[in-house]
């Protein structure tokens, strides 16, 4: 049996209770919608054969293909973008860039100026794949309450080691302006997406 994540789990729950409602999720389950409520706050976790029924039901119901991305160099659980709301994310981006391209074009097109034609030609229609990455699991780590240091850039850095508690609050109180926030993916979104 495959094993199903706890992130692509509570992900395919979340757009299920979305979509379908707490009630009806839950008595497909035979499960009490405060059941189900403590699958989605985390608290507690069904059986796998539970989890999988959930994912393969998520995805019939219309929920959003995960995507795999590498963290550290590798294909981890950590660098999985589970959540519809973060692949919309890079596309309501990819689909800004590409009207501003456009705009530019047409506006060179009305003035004559081929300099101005070629420049607007050059312009990007979509984000690198290192900065699409970044911005999807960024909002999936925000999410998950899983905290990650990012550069001014907001690309992320590095992972915050599981055993915070051994680096003490020093840990946290060094370096807080590098840790990501919601502030901080909000500033990064929108100065892509206008």
């Known amino acids: 049996m495959t094993r199903t994540s706890s992130n692509i789990f509570r992900a395919r729950l979340e757009f299920l209770v979305e979509e ?4 009806q999720t839950a008595r497909f389950y035979g499960r009490s919608p405060r059941t189900v409520r403590r699958w989605l706050g985390g608290e507690t976790t069904p059986s796998q054969s539970i989890r ?10 219309g929920a959003p ?34 009207r501003v391209r456009d705009a530019e074009i047409r ?7 081929e300099r101005q034609l070629r420049a607007a030609r050059t312009l990007p ?4 794949r290192t900065e699409a990455d970044s911005i999807a699991l960024r909002r999936e780590r925000l999410i998950n309450e899983q905290p990650t240091e990012v550069s001014p850039q907001g ?3 590095s992972d915050v080691p599981d055993d915070v508690e051994e680096y003490g609050m020093d840990f946290w109180d060094d370096y807080p302006e590098q840790f ?8 990064d979104y929108e100065s892509r997406a206008g």
């Open 125 to 128: 229609t979509r984000m690198t």
């Open 52 to 61: 999988e029924s959930v994912r393969r039901r998520g995805l019939t119901a």
């Open 155 to 157: 690309e992320i850095i």
């Open 107 to 113: 506006r060179a097109r009305r003035a004559g100026d």
């Open 65 to 98: 293909q995960a995507q795999q991305v590498r963290t550290g160099g590798r294909f981890t659980a950590e660098g999985t973008i589970a959540r519809g709301g973060s692949l919309n994310a890079v596309t309501a981006i990819n689909r800004r860039m590409r």
């Open 180 to 187: 990501d926030s919601w502030e901080a993916w909000r500033t």
């Open 20 to 23: 379908r409602g707490i009630t």
